[in-house]
């Protein structure tokens, strides 16, 4: 039996521009980049997920930056813990640049 082929798509992360901003937490701390993609937001499930990821990080020595999507506003989050920076979107291949742990999902995938 013949398997389908196997794509695998990998960014340049390389490519200029910040990795992550500028303006928050201590840049020599590790980042740990959240994000569950652009549709998560919109679905009722992650109106709990985010702050509760938030929590659990908030006392450790790094710094999170977290991304929600166009569904859900940011601003739901605040106060945002004193390590943390949301938004509804960050380039991904930026913030891999710099990240140490990325917490999220593998996306989906096609047989």
Same mark, same amino acid.
């Given at each position: ?21 500028? @303006? ?7 980042? #740990? ?22 929590? #659990?990080?908030?006392?450790?020595? /790094? ?34 640049? @710099?990240?140490?742990? /990325? ?9």
């Amino acid at each position: 039996m013949r398997k389908a082929p196997v794509w695998r798509y990998r960014a340049d992360i390389t490519a200029s521009g910040p990795s992550a901003p500028a @303006e928050w937490g201590d840049p020599a701390a590790p980042l #740990v980049y959240v994000s569950f993609g652009s549709v998560a937001g919109s679905l009722g499930r992650f109106d709990a997920l985010y702050p509760a990821i938030l929590a #659990v990080l908030a006392d450790l020595p /790094l710094r999170v930056l977290i991304t929600t999507g166009d569904g859900y506003n940011p601003a739901q989050l605040n106060p945002l813990p004193a390590n943390a920076w949301a938004a509804q979107w960050w380039p991904q291949a930026a913030a891999m640049r @710099e990240a140490a742990l /990325l917490i999220g999902t593998v996306g989906s995938a096609r047989p």
